[in-house]
């Protein structure tokens, strides 16, 4: 984001950008080292150049190995664009857990005595699951929500009032609409440099037809990517998908039960929460 002619960036926000950009070369920095030292460690024992690890230090190792990982993944989190594909938010989690599967045999941990090994991959499934269970739920956040026909966001806010529609412009002259309105949304300050979009979506599904794509524009654009709720309000019963998140605006991917055998209407009220540009 461009700043105006005479303008300054704070010094506080510049810190937390320069942060930021460094979280991802660290993340990449502690992947790659814990890949190499499993590839090295697993090498080195199958020439029989290096022995098992002593008992009493694979708890201990474990512990160690899991903040590593974990410490990678959010690296990797905090750092991550708005436009994160699906493959490069798995591949941590994936080269971690390989990683750990890798070190656990070379240490000694498939072997005796038992408690040890026991320690260790208890620590190692623990973390894993959880980790892979976060991910899980961010790509599909629909699953931990049992209302239908709900899709939520990176987080869960909880919705606001709803804002009062915004009267139409004075011009001298009646607004009549469009034959089909497509889409009517209120924008509102929430204070503390927060705003606020609400609105409704109104979308014509072609008889036959079993997928839609819709899109909401934010304009102005938000600082960051917001929080983004929507729901179906009328139409054939579907699933709704957030399929892209930006700052400056969403795509929203349905898919119905049944193809109509008729035209349909689909109207979809979509909340967006964030701070402002």
Request: net charge positive; aromatic share 6%; with cysteine.
């Amino acid at each position: 984001m461009s700043l105006p002619a005479g303008a300054t960036r704070p010094l506080g926000k510049s810190w937390a950008l320069a942060l930021t950009a460094l979280c991802g070369p660290a993340s990449v920095a502690l992947l790659c080292g814990l890949a190499m030292c499993a590839v090295l460690l697993v090498a080195r024992r199958a020439a029989s150049a290096a022995q098992p690890l002593a008992p009493a230090l694979l708890p201990l190792t474990a512990l160690v190995l899991a903040l590593i990982a974990w410490s990678s993944r959010a690296l990797s989190a905090i750092a991550k664009t708005s436009n994160t594909s699906r493959l490069s938010q798995a591949a941590p989690l994936t080269v971690t857990s390989a990683s750990l599967l890798m070190l656990g045999l070379a240490l000694g941990a498939g072997g005796r005595p038992w408690w040890a090994a026991l320690a260790y991959w208890m620590i190692v499934a623990l973390e894993e699951a959880w980790a892979w269970r976060s991910y899980r739920l961010a790509r599909h956040p629909s699953r931990g929500s049992p209302a239908p026909n709900r899709s939520r966001g990176l987080s869960e806010p909880r919705l606001s009032p709803p804002l009062a529609p915004p009267a139409p412009p004075v011009t001298g002259h009646s607004w009549n609409p469009p034959h089909r309105l497509t889409q009517e949304y209120a924008r509102a300050s929430l204070g503390d440099g927060r705003e606020q979009i609400r609105g409704n979506l109104h979308l014509h599904v072609p008889q036959g037809a079993r997928t839609a794509i819709a899109h909401v524009g934010f304009c102005p654009p938000f600082a960051e990517r917001p929080q983004f709720e929507m729901r179906l309000t009328s139409g054939p019963p579907c699933r709704l998908k957030v399929g892209q998140l930006l700052p400056q605006g969403a795509r929203i991917e349905i898919k119905l039960h049944a193809p109509p055998t008729a035209p349909q209407t689909l109207s979809l009220e979509f909340t967006a929460d964030g701070p402002e540009l």
